[in-house]
């Protein structure tokens, strides 16, 4: 069940950092830009948590799998914004 949480967020975060990236327009981001950060914080923390407190060894890849990719995402979006 962790694995599957964790492909899901992979999943949304490396959608909305190519969506944010390929799809410019201010209006749409802006309305949804409080929901992706707060699933992109979401992801990053829960994904800390499964390192902390040793998870078996694919959920702890996938987690920093899915650091890496939320790391992307969160790049994508101040870039995007300053």
Do not use: C, Q
């Amino acid at each position: 069940m962790k694995n599957l949480f964790v492909i899901f967020f992979i999943i949304f975060n490396a959608w909305n950092a190519f969506d944010i990236y390929m799809n410019y327009a201010h209006d749409e981001i802006i309305s949804l830009l409080s929901i992706r950060i707060m699933v992109f914080v979401i992801s990053f923390v829960l994904s800390v948590i499964y390192i902390i407190v040793k998870s078996p060894k694919s959920t702890v890849i996938l987690s920093i799998i899915n650091i890496i990719v939320a790391l992307i995402h969160g790049y994508t979006i101040l870039v995007t914004y300053l």
